[in-house]
């Protein structure tokens, strides 16, 4: 069982679904005596899971030619990166195999989780590729791009800016 809740202004906010789970764990006397860990995290930040998937996936897509607005294409890509940046081998039928892990909580803001698994995915795209992070994959741009340019461009994604200014090719 697991039960999230935030601490503001020194207390433990927890919603009511959330506690009602916990009331109804307390009061079930199959879980006398069971020990209870608190498990501290850093908050995932929308931004970056945005720029993860609106920019770092996409470009990949493109990069192999693939239709880099097709939801299939980018669901694939986050489930071969689960597997190769973030995977753990597991025994299938005797066999070893690469069983991707979830990817929750590991883009929190400037990665201060230390996961380090965005940072694997884009060395990869780096090395296999030779794209110029600082061009095509800055955060800060992709912001701006964002925040500034896209609700009132004609760009239908970060890919089609990016080569509008030059740094892909189409």
Known sequence: ???????????????????????DFLKDESNDGVIIAIESRTPESRQVRKFYHGAVLQLWAFLNGWDYRDSENLAFLHEHAK????????????????????TKGLL???????????????????????????????????????????GISTYESYIDYLQELGYLKR
Do not use: W
């Not at 597997?83 to 979830?102: A, P, R, T």
């Not at 989780?113 to 296999?128: A, C, K, P």
């Open 1 to 23: 069982m697991k039960i999230l809740g935030k601490v503001t202004n020194k207390k433990l906010a927890i919603s009511d679904y959330n506690r009602r789970a916990l009331n």
């Open 83 to 102: 597997k190769e940046f973030n995977g753990e081998i597991v025994l299938l039928d005797g066999i070893q195999v690469k069983k991707g892990k979830s």
């Open 108 to 150: 929190a803001e400037n990665d201060q989780q230390d996961s380090g698994y965005l940072e694997r995915v884009i060395d990869y795209l780096e090395r296999n590729y030779g794209i110029d992070r600082d061009k095509v994959l800055n955060p800060m741009h992709y912001k701006k791009f964002t925040e500034e340019i896209y």
